[in-house]
């Protein structure tokens, strides 16, 4: 239980959210965790505060190892509620005027969210802040996951304070990764990075590129949801890497919704034919599965197959859901086709083709579309797409 002492003198005052199980729309059934840490030094600094609901937890969490009202400054690492929910009242509890250190962006959005005329001072990257033994020191992390976002690093200690990049929703009796279920610690680290990172992973390779230039090697990274990493932290760093290089692997996914088992039929044909060509293929059925974990499947896939029967025209309002959710998402390398069964007009394979192509697929094969109830040349017309998205994605790997 918080407060949990993890260095000399750093604390994590922060509160465990246990029963979220929506966080704006991505899918927490492990719960959360919003991570605040106390410095004590000869000056006490707080890092980054928790949801506003959960302020209580955190003051009394603070209380157990120093008055609040001696807390000489706040650092606020992101500027999003469930990190400055609690703000207004921690800025109250410890003096309306103590200083407030942030990025030049986030002290934008205080203001716009807060309306405050706070003690700001504006940091950038470089910048350095001495507590009496040990120092601060800024770097600007720009769109991850905020514009305003930044890391803190205690510089003698190497601990370095990520926000959310290197979090996972998970709430957890445990603190630290040598303490964690590795099977739930990574799935939720990548299925974080799916959710919150993959449309920035060109910047998130440019900072692992310009932190190792700098020679930082942290000795914790205690981002601001979930585990701590501290037995290997740079493997967290190298697993960022990898997911966002997106280098394809030999796996597929099969989407689809289905209205009378037509389009499920489909779906099924389609990935026998993929694994008929030894590409390793899951059939996920929308209505069963969230958006947020179908992104983390299709991650490092290489292809991915859509299903969708048409309705009134349209494809079906739950594949256009995931095909909107996803192409903000920015996946990348992807090799793709469409399948769907229709009654009467039949556009949804034709709609789904775009929007894959659109999010940058390779389109391959021949998009199959089947009225009412697949027939046995229909579901062969399925297995023959599936060989021929399977074969696409060999070749891709081997010429790679
Ligand atoms: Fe955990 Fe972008 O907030």
Redesign the pocket.
């Given at each position: 239980m918080k407060p949990i002492k993890i260095a000399e003198g750093v604390w994590d005052v922060g509160v465990t959210d246990w029963n979220i199980r929506d966080f704006h729309g991505y899918s927490t059934y492990s719960g959360s965790t919003y991570n605040a840490f106390l410095i004590i030094d000869e000056k006490i600094a707080l890092i980054d505060t928790v949801k506003a609901h959960f302020v209580d937890q955190l003051l009394e969490h603070i209380a157990q190892i120093v008055d609040p009202k001696k807390i000489d400054l706040v650092i606020s690492n992101?500027t999003?509620m469930?990190?400055t929910g609690g703000l207004p009242r921690v800025m109250h509890r410890i003096g309306e005027n103590k200083p407030l250190y942030c990025s030049k962006m986030g002290r934008k959005n205080l203001v716009r969210h807060f309306s405050q005329p706070w003690n700001y001072h504006e940091v950038a990257s470089g910048n350095e802040l001495s507590l009496g033994r040990r120092n601060l020191s800024f770097l600007e992390t720009r769109m991850l996951?905020?514009p305003d976002?930044m890391f803190t690093l205690l510089k003698e200690d190497q601990i370095l304070f990520s926000?959310?990049a290197f979090?996972q929703h998970l709430a957890s009796p445990a603190q630290f990764d040598d303490q964690a279920d590795p099977g739930a610690l990574w799935l939720q680290a990548k299925k974080y990075f799916a959710n919150?990172l993959l449309p920035y992973a060109p910047k998130i390779l440019k900072l692992i590129e310009d932190v190792e230039a700098m020679g930082l090697a942290p000795s914790m990274i205690c981002p601001?949801?979930g585990i701590l990493w501290r037995k290997d932290p740079m493997a967290i760093v190298n697993a960022y890497r990898d997911w966002a290089l997106q280098k394809p692997v030999k796996r597929a996914i099969v989407v689809y919704d289905t209205m009378w088992h037509s389009t499920e039929a489909m779906a099924e044909a389609v990935t026998a034919g993929l694994a008929a060509e030894g590409v390793p293929a899951q059939p996920i059925h929308i209505r069963s599965s969230h958006r947020s974990d179908i992104i983390t499947e299709a991650m490092d896939a290489g292809a991915m197959v859509f299903g969708s029967p048409t309705l009134n025209n349209q494809m079906f309002p739950t594949v256009a859901d995931v095909l909107t959710y996803m192409k903000g998402l920015r996946p990348k390398n992807k090799i793709a086709a469409a399948f769907g069964s229709y009654g009467w007009s039949g556009e949804a394979v034709k709609l789904v083709h775009q929007e894959l192509a659109a999010m940058g697929c390779e389109m391959v094969g021949t998009d199959v579309r089947l009225p009412y109830v697949p027939d046995a040349e229909g579901r062969k017309a399925c297995f023959d797409l599936g060989r021929s998205v399977g074969q696409a994605l060999k070749a891709r790997l081997e010429n790679a």
């Open positions: 992101h999003e469930d990190h996951h905020w976002s926000s959310d979090g919150i601001d949801h």
